[in-house]
């Protein structure tokens, strides 16, 4: 499991990683500075929604039954 969805990331194995969305991140980030300069109004909690890419360094999740019997889930791939 990798961070930032590197370019070798991708490479042989292909490591599943988190992609942090960077422009929207760096976009927010000015927006807040220029706020910031302007004495407006100014935000303490910000939050952005990273994207999990799976690649083929993950196996799907097993899941149990009731009964307690594994299933496994069919990859789309």
Same mark, same amino acid.
């Given at each position: 499991? @990798? $961070?930032?969805?590197?370019? $070798?990331?991708? &490479?042989?194995?292909?490591? !599943? !990683?988190? /992609? =942090?969305?960077? #422009?929207?991140? @760096?976009?927010?980030?000015?927006?807040?500075?220029? *706020?910031?300069?302007?004495?407006? =109004?100014?935000?303490?909690?910000? &939050?952005? *929604?990273?994207?999990?890419?799976? *690649?083929? &360094?993950?196996?799907?999740?097993?899941?149990?039954?009731?009964? @307690?019997? *594994? #299933? /496994? $889930?069919?990859? &789309?791939?």
């Amino acid at each position: 499991m @990798g $961070f930032d969805d590197v370019e $070798f990331a991708s &490479s042989i194995p292909a490591v !599943t !990683t988190i /992609r =942090q969305p960077l #422009h929207e991140m @760096g976009a927010t980030r000015a927006d807040l500075l220029l *706020r910031k300069l302007a004495k407006d =109004q100014v935000i303490e909690n910000i &939050s952005v *929604r990273p994207e999990l890419i799976v *690649r083929s &360094s993950t196996c799907p999740p097993s899941l149990a039954s009731p009964k @307690g019997k *594994r #299933h /496994r $889930f069919k990859s &789309s791939r």
